[in-house]
């Protein structure tokens, strides 16, 4: 496989279930990020992870947790969601430089009953 | 703070030029993004543009203003797959890129 890939790419959960999102990349970056994406909205920046480390958390709620056990492999952990959590969930990666160009995955649609 | 700007919904016809508007008031500048999002796929990069002027991609093109803080992307001889939406982004600044809501684009025949 080739650049960004997302997996489920569709997920149905209920408030009280526990899931994973998992992304993985094939472009040897360096860094990695977790979008969120609402119907109309700029995409939201979630978190960031640069060399395994995570840099940026933007004051998600907890009941997000991401987790990059190593630079190609990006997880988000999802337990006891609200319906407002529904939106589509993007991965991206770059290579850290002046440039920094992010490359997204198709996304993980969750819609939270 | 981060405020861009971009319209929402724009349609033009086969064949046609459209040009997006984008600005942009943000702390931090080192360049400007633009992607192309089709319905339910990823935002595929387009463009970036770090010095003021034109960028000339195929049918793309990509202008930026720095001084103005205003970018534009240019669809030329339009076809059915460009219905799209179109996001721009600035930065990165600290990792962040900051996206404008997107412009959806509609192509009619």
């Known amino acids: 496989e080739t650049g960004v890939t997302q997996t489920p790419r569709h997920l149905v959960m209920g408030m009280t279930n526990k899931k994973s999102l998992k992304c993985e990349q094939h472009?040897?970056?360096?860094?990695m990020y977790w979008y969120k994406q609402s119907a109309k909205k700029p995409l939201e920046l979630m978190f960031v992870?640069?060399?395994?480390?995570?840099?940026e958390n933007n004051s998600v709620p907890s009941r997000f947790s991401p987790e990059c056990p190593n630079s190609s492999h990006l997880f988000l952990h999802l337990h006891t969601l609200q319906p407002e959590d529904s939106a589509l969930y993007l991965c991206?990666?770059?290579?850290?430089?002046?440039?920094?160009?992010?490359?997204f995955g198709p996304g993980t649609r969750l819609t939270v009953l | 703070g981060q405020n861009i700007d971009q319209p929402t919904e724009m349609t033009a016809t086969e064949g046609a030029i459209v040009q997006i508007n984008c600005t942009y008031q943000?702390?931090?500048?080192?360049?400007l993004f633009w992607y192309q999002q089709h319905a339910g796929e990823a935002p595929t990069f387009l463009s970036y543009?770090?010095?003021?002027g034109l960028e000339e991609k195929g049918r793309f093109s990509s202008f930026l203003s720095r001084s103005k803080g205003y970018s534009y992307l240019l669809l030329k001889e339009l076809q059915m797959k460009d219905s799209a939406s179109y996001l721009c982004?600035?930065?990165?600044?600290?990792?962040?890129?900051?996206f404008g809501a997107g412009t959806t684009v509609t192509v009619r025949a």
């Open positions: 991206a990666s770059s290579q850290v430089s002046s440039t920094d160009t992010q490359y």
């Open positions: 472009l040897g970056h360096n860094a």
């Open positions: 992870y640069s060399l395994e480390e995570r840099v």
């Open positions: 943000t702390s931090g500048f080192n360049g």
């Open positions: 543009n770090v010095l003021d």
């Open positions: 982004a600035v930065g990165p600044n600290d990792y962040k890129l900051s």
